[in-house]
């Protein structure tokens, strides 16, 4: 960094976070309405202009950062650190960043006016003239600041060169203020708790997710000590809005209409545990700045620069949005060959043989129900008709909480027909994981079995509701106005179908290859889970993967027990059946369920999920000899999700003597990347994790080596036997991580890459061997290890059922521990008994790998989905505890 | 590198009487250097000694005369007893050896502490050496060699290099100390485990400290003014070690477990009346359990050994279970048990 000594005689820091040298009293001749010609008012601000000045450098551009009610710019104190730190420095120049006390806010000037929100957005005018501000600036807005800091955005058109918002809201038409604002704005209660007490800016600051400190808290009252002092923060309540007859609301609504003319980028940061500033008006943000980048901050409130880290990004955001000048956009752009998902189903229309079947509970090949060629494609035209009466628009978000069969099937194609965005979140999730996931992703539209409906109106799921089935005639009335029910499925496909009887023949635009198709979320067995979108041309990219490497074709009849390939099915030309399980738990997969699916189309291929497999194979010896041969005629099975024992694998292929056993790895964000059969997975042997074996069709793989301490180095390699995070690049790559902009730029920090976050290594003959997670590596005095060699050495030995092996301590020094599920579990968990801890130090000493203590547990913490993937994080977080005299409780 | 010519130095080594002082100044003695030794009971060894007490500044002023370096052991070990004990030998014994030794134009100083000086009662995980904190550290021992670490690091110059090394939780065959009253306890079934015995402890074998010790004065040139915490680096619950000792010497482990909260709270109050009753001459030996010993035995404390081995340039040579085995053997072939 470049550096220019400071001033030696620097004041003491004033309040935590900030240097004396940033305050500034200016003086600015006013010019709104409320000031009499001529009145000059004081402006207290925080400006890092010396900072600016001591790095040599000119400034790339401006922050301009507006605080809410009630709070003052001390709000926006980590940017002004963060603006000349040496990575921002590096990563383009410093930034000027100028954080304003509002008047008679802050330490700004008492005005004694009732300053309204008109009045506001010409006050900010007024200094940034009086500042000289001069391009590039950017609008830096929190909670009414938001609306006051867009106010000012729309009139500077000529500075603007960006829109940061934090938790705000334009309190458009059509919207109620939220409950806490209402509450604030009664009579009885307005004067009371702004002013006369410091009631509201107690409630405010005890929003922060962890608590504030008490120091930081101090720092936020220091101004508002006396009623007299808070009268602005009284008056800004009372300048909400809350009819048209109210006096700001003209300003407000020409606020909320002008921001859609902006065209600068825009970056928002949300707390969505918000109790004002909710999601929605998230999403209402979003449908007046589509352009916006945005990352949710799971499990952050309303003061979300308190809660969370958002100078390095905002920075990191400046750096690539505003500064570079550069679109991100998109590889996506080089062309290949495109097919649209719904190809083949629209060139199958006339074709009467069957296209989807689904199995009825203890069904045979009698009790199911089917759909032809032609009739899949007329209903997928006939709902999406439907759909779009409604008003279902391209590009809106469609939840769609149906269990996989013909039904959901007809509504993903239908959805994709308009170019509305399917958002497919299991329940396997767990009902808390799918409220977060359908918060997060924030659909326009639910459509949801009874059960997600009850659960929507239960936990507020946002989304018009449309249910999956009718209701019957006595009870409709009643559960679609206890359930909010705009529509059902059954209804709209009736409407789609009156249309195209009565002779308009719907048309449809075909979408943008490159439009948002998809978000389908990760597993969540590491922290919540993730949206990842997906575009149309990656949908079909992993389509044609599938097809090109499992010579699936037109005429393949595909036993669908696995949901996010089985979707495909349409789109593959294969016949596709659902087999009768709760899918919900694929481990209720029987082997007479599976083999009358197979019976009904006459099954060449099987998608199944490890869990299922093993129930079929559990389940195997009541197969009649009619069930047996019909699974003699698969010849492909595959088995994706997790990896699967090589002893499991030979059963299976005792049922289907005839068929290749496919076990393909990949992840939400690419399925699949690499696969191996069963006879490879023999060849390869035991090694150091599980061999996966090699890219698939169109995919490859690369490995960024990791150094002692844990940090990956961006310089891919496919050299064998070297460890690292394993790096993917695919035509079926996800597009993006949906409303997790620091996350999808951690994702994609090296360059053409996507980064997944498990560690593995290439071997000679070119496959690939995944090692764990890259949280899961443990950083020991003896270098970076993975866990998976270790454990599975520990898992040969007799008494042990699982084991896991998670680091302790800092890394760099931390201590190898063990935990180990026996046979018979233990009854509550503790050290491991002498003998056993004895053998199970040797078997990992075999692998090299040290042990400091060996812990048995009653049951391993699992996420909910594969009821496989072992929580590292979470059991190393228990093991550290309980192993620093803590009590064992419960991972 | 200053191992080579540190050979044939004249070293004094205070405290080599016990376990760690002996096995230091035979390790020194093995390297050919000129050993003396100062303690208070006469001893028969391989090399010259003398006997005294630091407290007598003119013993300290002989001990030091003619000597080219100093490792500095002796101290009041002991969970209990009056502070002004621990002052008038961990402190003021200290700085009297350090005023004589800069007198004596003596070069290097090793004063080895204990990482109980950084110790403030709650865990350590994998954490490098804290500053000594005399204030806070943890009963009187650890107090007082806090603060004589402080005024011996505080002396160090170019002309009299002192370092001080830290090893935790020293153990080995003939370790009166640890070894001895957890086997002795057990034997007696008086030795419970805290919370399990799951607290992860780092420990020391003796010959791996005497050597770590070694490796300070001759490393001086890296090590001096600082403080290193020294261990084997390989953390285990602390009701394994005891298991594994007990083993070794062919007791019972321990049977049963009390809460950590429990015996810290016990301790705080058994001390008290041993220290009154041991004022009185009522009792002569330890109690059985103090606030100290169970804050020791009920919360983690292991270290970051990565800066100690290379400034010392050094890693242990005995592991924990060749330890353990060398402690079997020992007990295997010694003749008449003293207990």
Known sequence: ?891 | MSGAEAIGRRILVTGASGLLGKAVAQLLHDRGHSVLTLQRRAVQQDWESMQGSMADPDVAARAVHGVDAVIHLAAKVSFTGEWSDFVATNIVGTRQLLTAAQRAGVRDFVFVSSPSVAHLGSSIVGAGAGAASPDFARGHYARSKAAAEEIALAQDSPAFRVTAIRPHVVWGPGDTQLVQRIVERSRAGRLPLLDGGRALIDTTYVDNAAEAIVRGLERMDYAHGQALVVTNGEPRPVGELIAGICAAAGVPAPAYSVPGWLARGAGTAIEKVWTAAGTRGWVHDEPPMTRFLAEQLSTAHWFDQRHTQAVLDWKPAVSLDEGLARLAEYYQHRDSPKF
């Not at chain 1, 090694?687 to 890219?695: D, E, H, I, M, Q």
């Not at chain 1, 199970?840 to 692998?847: C, E, F, L, P, S």
């Open chain 1, 1 to 891: 960094m470049v550096g220019v000594s400071l001033p030696a005689t620097e004041f003491p820091d004033p309040w935590p976070g900030v240097k004396a040298r940033w305050r500034r009293m200016v003086s600015v001749p006013s010019t709104a309405a409320v000031d009499a010609p001529g009145t000059r008012r004081e402006w207290h601000l925080l400006d890092n202009a010396q900072d600016v000045a001591a790095t040599g450098m000119e400034p790339v551009g401006t922050l301009f950062c507006i605080h809410g009610n009630p709070t003052w710019s001390y709000l926006w104190r980590t940017l002004l650190a963060e603006a000349t730190s040496p990575a921002t420095v590096a990563a383009g120049g410093p930034w000027r960043v100028v954080a304003v006390d509002q008047l008679d806010m802050g330490f700004s000037e008492r005005t004694g006016t009732f300053r309204r929100l008109a009045d506001r957005i010409t006050d900010l005018g007024d200094l940034s003239d009086a500042l000289e501000l001069s391009g590039p600036v950017v609008s830096v807005g929190h909670d009414w600041g938001g609306i006051i800091s867009l106010g000012w955005a729309t009139r500077h058109r000529e500075l603007l060169a960006g829109v940061v918002l934090t938790n705000t809201a334009v309190h458009p038409a059509g919207f109620s203020l939220p409950p806490a604002l209402k509450l604030a704005l009664h009579p009885a209660v307005h004067s009371w708790g702004t002013t006369a007490t410091p009631a509201f800016l107690s409630i405010t600051h005890g929003l922060a997710q962890p608590a504030l400190s008490d120091d930081v808290r101090a720092a936020f009252m220091a101004p508002y000590a006396s009623p007299s002092r808070r009268v602005g923060v009284g008056n800004f309540v009372a300048d909400i809005p809350a009819t048209e007859s109210h006096p700001s609301w003209a300003a407000l609504d020409a606020v909320s209409t002008d921001i859609s003319t902006l065209e600068v980028p825009v970056l928002m940061f949300w707390g969505p545990k918000d109790p004002v500033f909710s999601d929605r008006y998230l999403r209402d943000l979003l449908t007046r700045m589509p352009q916006a980048d945005v990352h949710r901050f799971e499990g952050a409130s309303h003061l979300v620069q308190e809660d969370r880290d958002i100078a390095v990004p905002t920075f990191a955001w400046l750096a690539q949005r505003v500064s570079a000048h550069s679109t991100t956009e998109n590889a996506d752009r080089v062309q290949q060959d495109y097919v649209p998902m719904l190809s083949e189903l629209d060139s199958r229309r006339a074709d009467t043989s069957v296209a989807v079947v689904d199995m009825l509970p203890d069904g045979t090949a009698t009790t199911s129900w089917t759909l032809s060629w032609a009739e899949l494609a007329r209903d997928v035209d006939d709902l999406a008709a439907g759909l779009r009466e409604l008003g279902v628009r391209s590009g809106d978000r469609i939840s769609l909480l149906v269990p996989p069969g013909i039904k959901l099937t007809t509504l993903i194609y239908a959805c994709l027909r308009l170019g509305a965005i399917i958002v497919v979140a299991d329940a396997g999730l767990g009902t808390r994981g799918l409220g977060r996931a359908i918060k997060g992703a924030g659909p326009n539209y639910l459509i949801g079995i009874d059960k997600a409906l009850a659960g929507a109106r239960l936990y507020n799921w946002p989304g018009i509701k449309i249910a999956a089935e009718d209701f019957n005639a006595s009870t409709a009335a009643a559960s679609k106005k206890l359930l909010n029910i705009t529509a059902t499925i059954p209804e709209l496909m009736a409407n789609g179908r009156a249309l195209h009887l009565a002779g308009n023949r719907p048309s449809f635009t075909a979408p943008d290859p490159d439009s948002d198709a998809a978000v389908l979320f990760t597993s969540g067995s590491t922290g919540p889970a993730k949206g990842v979108m997906y575009t149309h041309r990656r949908l079909a990219a992993m389509r044609d993967t599938l097809k090109t490497t499992y010579s699936l074709k037109a005429g393949t009849a595909l036993v669908a027990g696995f949901a996010p390939f089985a979707l495909l099915g349409p789109a593959l030309g294969a016949t596709t059946v659902t087999p009768d399980m709760d899918v919900t738990a694929p481990s209720t997969l029987t082997a007479q369920a599976l083999a009358n699916a197979a019976v009904a189309i006459d099954a060449t291929v099987v998608f199944a999920s490890p869990a299922a497999l093993v129930n079929v194979v559990a389940t195997a010896a009541g197969l009649s000899p009619a069930q047996r041969k019909a699974l003699t005629a698969v010849e492909l099975v595959l088995s994706a999700g997790a990896p699967l024992a090589e002893q499991l694998l030979h059963q299976v292929q005792e049922l289907a003597p005839n068929a290749a056993l496919h076990t393909p790895y990949g992840m939400t964000e690419a399925l699949p990347v690499t696969d191996i059969d069963l006879a490879g997975i023999s060849a390869a042997g035991a090694g150091n994790g599980v061999c996966v074996g090699t890219p698939v069709s169109g995919a490859s793989v690369a490995i960024a080596p990791i150094n002692d301490d844990g940090a990956v180095r961006p310089e891919p390699t496919t050299e064998a036997e070297v460890s690292g995070e394993i790096l993917v690049r695919a035509p079926h790559v996800k597009a993006r991580y949906d409303r997790l902009w620091i996350t999808e730029q951690h994702s994609t920090s090296i360059d053409g890459w996507h980064r997944s976050g498990d560690i593995g290594h290439l071997d000679a003959e070119g496959r690939l061997w995944v090692e764990g997670r890259m949280e899961h590596i443990l950083c020991t005095t003896d270098g970076v290890r993975t866990p998976v060699a270790a454990e599975q050495a520990i898992e040969l030995l007799g008494d042990v059922a699982r084991a896991a092996v998670v680091g302790v301590g800092p890394a760099g020094t931390q201590s190898a521990v063990a935990i180990v599920e026996t046979v018979p579990p233990v009854r509550s968990a503790g050290l491991a008994p002498a003998s056993l801890a004895a053998a199970v130090r040797a078997a990992a000493k075999k692998t090299g790998l040290s042990l400091a203590a060996v812990v048995a547990i009653d049951a391993m913490p699992v996420d909910v989905r594969h009821n496989s993937k072992i929580d590292r994080a979470k059991l190393s977080r228990w093991a550290a505890r309980m192993l620093s005299g803590g009590k064992p409780g419960r991972p």
